[in-house]
């Protein structure tokens, strides 16, 4: 049975909606249990006691604040994001899901956890929607400065996870360029196409403007870039939400046509939404670590632990290990 | 009166929507006139006579292909895109706007126009929607490596540009990022940041996803992030509307309702749309050069002209040349 550590205390809105999110997720799957790190007393009156038989506690008050700076966290070996990926590094648990500062998390699972062999640096995972289903782009934000050598090792991780936790057996890879011809790039992404031309799913160059096409199913790049594109789109689809709503209010057929509509948007908004993706996994570490984003909302929370347990039963990292080590 | 060069043969579409956006300019606005740079014959014959007396012609029937390779322009002088060109150097004409090569307009445009004097680098600049109104973003793609300096020289003339041209008195800069704190970002934009600091009009760091929000009117980045904002941010609202149009057909509901708001989406449509800005200006090289989209419509055209015309009569080189030399 998959243990998951649950950082009950990370996340904007404190512990409500992360244990609601693990009582969802413990009700619609059956195969695993969940340790929750933090204020034991108040976690405990809000669960179901049906359910109290696979969850347990590790209790603690300290919480590492979204304001800390991450390195600090090394020292502060009583918050509850430090106790959780104790959990794992001591065998006690499989994998941990947290909604804490992401930088924190993104350090103590890297030095308390260890880098998986061959990996020089870990890289943030996360999924964006497609027209024909969803797409994997890192970096999105551990590594603002790449060498050539991290987007190979990037797109070996991001297609290890795309054959063992998304189920797409020959996984394209694109590299994120300001034009399709192989001859476009800046001196990073020109490098790096000669390291990737000798993966087999590397289709080349993708452009902003076709990540959504589903050309690719997984997207490299260094995390500056990659943080530019997740936050622009986000953006694009909030200001595009924002300008048709008041549009929409300057007319009352157009008003009448939105209500009609309604269900069509709300359809729309859940395909959009990070929500329905839970969490980016951190590639290239030992053991599993999801980072969900601090307003994660208990629906983000469910789907990060299930992305925990997909994670924790593949064999994505020695799959990655193997790879890494035929490259060279 | 100002005389616009017109390279009437660039573009995805050859000549019948450039002429056709000429035509309209010089039925809308009274003070400038026309030199057509392409099939003279071809041309003339879809002109109203009454608009004679304001277009001259160069006659040239070679066209630079968007295949092929910028640097061979240079030796392309009968081509439609040089002689427009060299119709500014001569002083035979005030701005050039082509639809062309765009990569080969820069060149000609850099080379036989020259730098304004402390540029080391021209930028191409891009009007986008904002909540508030447009942004001006550049670089998005002349440049793909980028030092600080070049990054300083883009936000003067980003600047020169909104105060000259778009007519905003105190233009708010912002330097695009992965983060709004002043530690955030990679090498380049760190670097940047404590040149950017002595402006007065610097805001800081501006993150993707609050571009749109209005709380600048200039950013600045290298010509590789640029590109993957400007196309990620189309590619954007493109999957919004085909997944809103597929949720939408799955009820008659919906297809009413989005009967009723049509006008509310047109008049969107309308604001995101690249054809209201007419086209990019390359910033930093002598005289005044607009580089339009390959796939523009006769408002696209239309607007580029306009464009020009307020470019040509502003005082915007003097301005970035007075503002880099106090930098100094």
Redesign the interface.
Known sequence: MIRVAVDAMGGDFSYPPILQGCIDALKEKKDFSIILVGDEEALRKGIPSNLLDRISFVDTKDVFLMEENSTDVLKRKESSIYKAVELVRNKQADAVVSAGHSGATMSLATIRLGRVKGVDRPAIATLM???TGRILVLDV?AN??CESENLLQFAIMGEAYAKEVMGIKEPKIGL????EEDCK???L?KESHKLLKNMKNFVGNI???????GECDVVVC????G??????????????T???RS??S??N??K??????????K??KR??DYDQYGGAPLLGVNQCTIISHGKSNEIAIKNAIFQALKFAKSNINENIENEIKSMY
């Open positions: 929607p497609s027209v934000g603002v400065d994120l360029s300001n034009g790039g800046n001196k992404t452009e902003g403007g076709h990540i959504f096409s260094d995390g500056f870039t943080n530019i594109l997740l936050k622009t789109a986000e953006g694009t689809v909030g200001i595009f924002k300008l048709l549009e929409i300057q007319s057929f157009a009448l046509g939105y209500i009609l509509s309604k269900k069509a948007f359809s729309l395909h959009l």
